[in-house]
């Protein structure tokens, strides 16, 4: 069977490459989403400050809700203090530390904030010295609540010694601190007394916790100090972190970033395998198509059935495994492409790496081969199930009609997508929106089992309605198109599979935008906005000297942060996330969220308000108690206070700022949002206020946390990504499919048709099949991307760039052209009498 796959191959070389190239491409997609979601289970952020640390205990930043994949909690999550004595005590341990982390920047003599680390995480305890990997200090430690010792990169930048006075903005308390000591060799970082550092970074009832415990044990002590840590922490519900994923512990919004990859690669991967199935799917019925008569030959000499099944799968899985190493290859480097745009898009941070194993390209191949085998016994399963006779008889001709039954399975499909397409109707969010694109791919997949019916009643109406003296060329082009329906349909459906895609995603991508942008805009009532990036958040006395500046009329902080939340879908437990506003009673002064009940004055204490889509999954109305997991893990119960409208562009939920306190990594609030009479002097003022203060930047606008949503760059990227490798699919399956004609070409030669008439012939077939495809992939985006207008902008018009659509009609119709054009051309140059001798 082998050598008979190897020897039919020989002589179908053009059919083959298409195979060859959609198994390419389709390998080197599917290991670049496998390499996405093993890093987002496997992958560490690299260990710095902890690096001298044996053990770490701390707090579970996991919430692992009822289903496969758990959710990774951006906030510090803290534990007691008292652990850090409990745990010191244990048998061989060297030393226990009780790590503190807040926000600190220190300021140079022009009044500019010194890079001293992240600057919401830089302040620590002296303790915290310890952890450090060769750290040599100059000077002595802190002792009071004025002294301060810093590292030497920040000591050079501020210009400062030890015995030096520098400005630090900590926690939002700006005050001035003896330097006592430079730790030269470390990490950056500003270093307090410890009962300083707790002061610091208390916050209400979590003042004696500390951020972790980290341990350091004698050289043969690790695993039973790990043991041991292990019992205590599991009667807390902590956990204990070793080896790399200590770095997890350090860095947790790093491990929340991981946990983008695999819901991305989730995302992605049913798309993928849809798209790989029908690229690898029409070009393997291509190359089975070019070997009808070999096959039909083979049951005429008494194969059975299945040989001739296994023959057409042997000789695709031969192909798959030549391109499964390359494709795997391209797979690794569109990973890190993928990585890098993610880092750009501020999903991950630079430091979290990738991690590469064989798996991906394993499971890639397993996927593809079962995907390429499956296709390949389809394809050839009439062929090998007909007679002997009339399976020689049919080799080089095609079934006059069409099966009933694909035509209206193929019907049902694209009954089905219509109905799907109402998604962005009922629920105006992310997962609503990406019906629309799913709609569209299942109505393509009905157009390829109706298509070839279609195709054939199109064309005998066209025949039908021809002039009587229509030119040769244009009367064999429409003749072909119903004679061959099955062919054409092929090509039809694949180049409308491309038009489909592209205006599905990428105006599905726009209008969220667009919608998204919105409603930010509506929201926002403020002129201006302040904010301290370089601070780590705003100080605390900020808001109360804005309010006194004069011409301002409102002055309101808004924070960010992450919720989850638990619902139920079809009886089964579901989980929510996304991002939630931290407001104050007086935020209606600074934003309209277009509240639909309740009163957002009314988030005082332990309160939320709700998106009206979020509030309807909870089942909850106004006064009633709603229960949901704050950033740090707490599970709280509050009360509903108000609904609103505006969740795409502001979040889902809103949170009081009594609610969030004590729940966030910094403590500090993010913007100021400002209210002014709309005078000079107001702007003026404000300009002065923050020029008089260190790491303040005054802007006119203010960037909503629900507004553009990164992951639009990452769908944008992978609709890149997967319409190329469509275009070449498509391509590929079209020169096949034209180089296949050759004997037909060379028949129209010898009874007396001339080049140019048969290049006028396929011309004509080509305007017919791209204007084909044209119209079906209008139709079937239509109705998917009206509703998505309907439900996203209030109209029934997706939101997009205008030159969309001429661009995508301009490629099809080129790719129809140059994929029958040269081809053609290249059969002509071949006798016709040698040309019908080829096999």
Request: charged share 15%.
């Amino acid at each position: 069977m082998l050598y008979l796959a190897l020897r039919m191959a020989r002589h179908r070389i053009a059919a083959l490459v298409a195979v060859a190239c959609a198994t390419l491409g389709g390998a080197a997609v599917l290991t670049a989403v496998g390499v996405l979601a093993e890093s987002g289970l496997r992958s560490h952020a690299p260990v710095d400050r902890l690096a001298r640390a044996d053990v770490v205990v701390s707090a579970d930043q996991t919430y692992r809700p009822p289903g496969p994949l758990p959710f990774a909690l951006p906030e510090r999550a803290r534990v007691p203090g008292e652990l850090t004595g409990r745990l010191g005590r244990l048998p061989g341990v060297t030393a226990a530390v009780g790590d503190l982390s807040f926000p600190a920047a220190p300021v140079d003599g022009r009044g500019r904030p010194v890079a001293a680390g992240e600057p919401g995480t830089a302040g620590h305890g002296w303790s915290s010295v310890a952890l450090l990997d060769g750290a040599d200090v100059s000077g002595t430690a802190p002792s009071g609540r004025d002294e301060v010792a810093v590292d030497e990169a920040t000591a050079e930048a501020a210009g400062v010694r030890p015995g030096g006075r520098l400005t630090v903005v900590a926690a939002g308390q700006p005050a001035d601190y003896r330097v006592s000591a430079v730790v030269a060799g470390s990490d950056r970082g500003v270093y307090f007394a410890d009962t300083t550092a707790r002061r610091l970074a208390g916050q209400g009832e979590l003042a004696d916790a500390v951020d972790l415990v980290a341990l350091r044990t004698e050289p043969d002590a690790r695993g039973s100090v790990a043991e041991q840590a292990r019992k205590i922490a599991r009667e807390d519900g902590l956990t204990v972190s070793t080896g790399a994923s200590r770095g997890d512990v350090e860095a947790p919004d790093a491990m929340a970033a991981r946990n983008v990859l695999p819901l991305m690669a989730s995302s992605l991967a049913g798309v993928t395998v849809l798209v790989v199935g029908f690229i690898v799917g029409g070009a393997l019925a291509v190359s089975v198509a070019a070997q009808r008569r070999d096959l039909a030959l083979m049951r005429a000499v008494g194969a059975v059935p299945r040989q001739v099944r296994r023959l057409a799968a042997a000789q695709a899985a031969l192909v798959t495994l030549v391109t499964l190493v390359p494709g795997a290859l391209l797979g690794y480097l569109l990973a890190e492409r993928f990585r890098e745009l993610l880092v750009w898009a501020g999903m991950l941070p630079d430091s979290l790496p990738l991690t590469f194993s064989p798996l991906p390209a394993v499971a890639a191949a397993l996927l593809l081969t079962g995907v390429v085998w499956v296709s390949a016994w389809c394809s050839s399963w009439r062929t090998s199930r007909m007679p002997a006779t009339e399976a020689v008889s049919e080799s080089h001709s095609e079934p006059r009609t069409p099966s009933r039954g694909r035509g209206f399975a193929g019907m049902l499909l694209i009954a089905a997508a219509t109905v799907l397409s109402g998604g962005p109707l009922l629920a105006r969010s992310q997962a609503g929106a990406a019906v629309t694109a799913v709609s569209g791919l299942v109505a393509v997949i009905g157009l390829a089992l109706a298509g070839p019916d279609l195709v054939r009643r199109i064309a005998r109406t066209l025949a039908r309605r021809l002039p009587a003296k229509v030119s040769a060329p244009t009367w064999l082009a429409v003749a072909n198109s119903h004679g061959y329906a099955l062919r054409v349909a092929g090509a039809v459906t694949t180049l409308a599979m491309a038009v489909v895609f592209t205006l599905t995603y990428t105006l599905t991508q726009t209008t969220v935008l667009a919608a998204t942008d919105e409603d930010a805009e509506a929201a926002n009532r403020a002129e201006f906005s302040l904010s301290a990036p370089a601070l780590g958040g705003l100080p605390a006395d900020l808001p109360a000297a804005v309010r006194d500046t004069p011409g301002v009329t409102a002055a309101e902080p808004v924070s960010a942060t992450t919720v989850l939340w638990t619902y139920e879908m079809l009886g089964e437990p579901e989980t929510g996330n996304g991002s939630a506003l931290i407001l104050t009673p007086g935020a209606p002064e600074v934003l309209d969220l277009d509240v639909r009940s309740g009163d957002l004055g009314d988030l005082t204490g332990a309160t939320v308000a709700m998106d009206q889509g979020t509030a309807d999954q909870h089942n909850a109305s106004v006064g009633e108690r709603v229960s949901v997991i704050l950033g740090d893990g707490a599970q709280v119960d509050a009360r509903l206070v108000a609904t609103y409208a505006r969740g795409l562009g502001l979040g889902p939920v809103a949170l009081s700022r009594d609610l969030a306190a004590g729940h966030t990594t910094t403590g500090l609030d993010q913007d100021l949002l400002i209210r002014t009479d709309g005078s000079d002097e107001a702007q003026r003022g404000l300009a002065a206020l923050a020029q008089s203060r260190p790491g303040l930047a005054l802007d006119d606008s203010w960037d909503a946390p629900g507004g553009t949503p990164p992951e639009l760059w990452i769908n944008i990227a992978v609709l890149a990504v997967l319409l190329g490798y469509i275009l070449l699919g498509i391509a590929n399956k079209l020169i096949a499919t034209t180089t296949a004609r050759r004997h037909e070409i060379a028949a129209l030669q010898l009874i007396g048709a001339t080049p140019a008439q048969i290049r006028a012939m396929m011309r004509k077939e080509s305007t017919l099949v791209g204007g084909l495809a044209l119209a079906t992939g209008l139709l079937l985006s239509a109705v998917p991307l009206a509703l998505l207008g309907i439900g996203f902008l209030g109209r029934p018009l997706p939101a997009g760039p205008v030159w969309l659509l001429p661009a995508v009609a301009a490629t099809v119709a080129g790719i129809a052209f140059a994929a029958m054009e040269f081809p053609t051309r290249k059969a002509l140059r071949t006798p016709p009498a040698q040309a019908l001798t080829r096999g």
